[in-house]
Nanobody, 117 residues
């Protein structure tokens, strides 16, 4: 599966952004999907994930209550809605899909999110 992230940009503290991840290739519905982010000088971290079938979601503590991950399998799309943005949300955001081995083996290119204070 190939992934392409979009929707990043410049936002003000307290603002919102909706990131999109477009998939192509194999049956998207069979893959769990996650959003990761990497801030300058920091390691990549998982932000949120959603299982295939959307039966379960996970959120990092840093975004819990401010983020919502969703998917539309018919459109081969996944989304990350980020609200109440903080400067510490500034990072490059990546979408990823989980392969049969349980690893996040498929990655899209990143999309930059910058939150100004």
């Amino acid at each position: 599966v190939q992934l392409q992230a979009s929707g990043g940009g410049l936002a003000q503290t307290g603002g919102s952004l909706r990131l999109s991840c477009r998939a192509s290739g194999r049956a998207f519905k069979n893959y769990s999907v996650a959003w990761f982010r990497q801030a300058p000088g920091k390691e990549r971290e998982i932000v949120a994930s959603i299982t295939w079938g959307a039966t379960s979601t996970y959120y990092a503590d840093s975004v819990k209550g401010r983020a919502a991950i969703s998917r539309d399998d018919a459109k081969y799309m996944a989304y990350l809605q980020m609200n109440s943005l903080k400067p510490e949300d500034t990072a490059v955001y990546y979408c990823a899909a989980q392969n049969v081995g349980g690893r996040w083996g498929y990655w899209g290119q990143g999309t930059q999110v910058t939150v100004s204070s």
